[in-house]
T-cell receptor
């Protein structure tokens, strides 16, 4: 059974701090790992990672995948209150129908 | 404009009642999914469909049923057999099996049993 574990489950920081969110996984026939941000309703796509060691960046957010250690991190630098959200990690593996297996999510709260 | 429409946004159900959650898309995506989200548990797959008139059980299908009579529509029925139906339900679609970042989520339906 595919499994995704995120840590920490919750995190409280102040504006300007840098945070690192962790995602470890066990999946058969790994295809890709995705990060989403969920504020109130629909998760919004952040990154898709398929290759080890290649950092993806978007503004203050960056992510990298380690396929040997079955691990990914999401970094957010110079956090802002608008970064407060649930961050979801998901993997695609197994069959070709594209099923996503999600982790529990990390609840990030950024105080002014 | 293109997207996924879930309705209603909020739904209250009495115990013992069946309710149906709507999911409509105009993205022309083949695959559609239903996920359930509970606090501290992320999203869990209920049912998915890759083509019209075909669907498969996900990880937590018990107490739920679906249909896929049209490409655009994938309604989810929460039956009285579902013991803990209070949750946030998300519908998603994907192009080409979702191997790219072609997943799109609806805005969700929050179901509460009263």
């Amino acid at each position: 059974e595919d499994k995704v574990v995120q840590s920490p489950l919750s995190l409280v920081v102040h504006e300007g701090d840098t945070v690192t969110l962790n995602c470890s996984y066990e999946v058969t026939n790994f295809r890709s790992l995705l990060w989403y941000k969920q504020e109130k309703k629909a998760p919004t796509f952040l990154f898709m990672l398929t290759s080890s060691g290649i950092e993806k960046k978007s503004g203050r957010l960056s992510s990298i995948l380690d396929k040997k250690e079955l691990f990914s991190i999401l970094n957010i630098t110079a956090t802002q209150t608008g970064d407060s959200a649930i961050y979801l990690c998901a993997v695609i593996g197994g069959t070709s129908y594209g099923k996503l297996t999600f982790g529990q999510g990390t609840i990030l709260t950024v105080h002014p | 404009d293109g997207g996924i429409t879930q309705s209603p946004k909020y739904l209250f159900r009495k115990e013992g009642q069946n309710v149906t959650l709507s999911c409509e898309q105009n993205l022309n995506h083949d695959a559609m999914y239903w996920y359930r989200q509970d606090p501290g548990q992320g999203l869990r797959l209920i049912y998915y469909s890759q083509i019209v008139n075909d669907f498969q059980k996900g990880d937590i299908a018990e107490g739920y049923s679906v249909s896929r009579e049209k490409k655009e529509s994938f309604p989810l029925t929460v039956t009285s057999a579902q013991k803990n139906p209070t949750a946030f339900y998300l519908c998603a679609t994907a192009r080409e099996g979702g191997l790219g970042h072609g997943y799109t989520f609806g805005s969700g339906t929050r179901l509460t049993v009263v």
